[in-house]
């Protein structure tokens, strides 16, 4: 299996800047697209940000678009995701996922145990 662990997290204000990391262990990293997802309370997890398992495919969630920037290092084992511009409503446990390229949670096969995000206005 793969493990995966995040960090990163923290609390800002609107309008700044976090970068979380989602470290990988095991010898099989490269082969699974990785994703990144939320979950806010009250609310179910949705989908974030995606990268293929060659790191040029990506994908963005459209309230993400073009403030968060999702990127891989294999020789690291680590996927980050860049999150600018923060909003309030950006507030959640961001988790980290193995498997799929999709936006449903159910096609990913590994998860991280999430970071906690917490922008304020």
């Known amino acids: 299996q793969v493990q995966l662990v995040e960090s990163g997290g923290g609390s800002v204000q609107a309008g700044g800047s976090l970068r979380l990391s989602c470290a990988a262990s095991g010898r099989t990293f490269s082969r699974y697209a990785m994703g990144w997802f939320r979950q806010a309370p009250g609310k179910e997890r949705e989908f974030v940000a995606a990268i293929t398992s060659n790191g040029i495919g990506r994908n963005y969630a459209e309230s993400v678009r073009g403030r968060f920037a999702i990127s891989r290092d294999n020789s690291k084992n680590t996927v980050y995701l860049q999150m600018n511009s923060l909003k309030p409503e950006d507030t959640a446990v961001y988790y980290c996922?193995?498997?799929?390229?999709?936006?449903?949670?159910?096609?990913?096969?590994?998860w991280g145990q999430g970071t906690q995000v917490t922008v304020s206005s």
């Open positions: 996922a193995a498997g799929d390229r999709g936006s449903s949670p159910l096609g990913y096969d590994y």
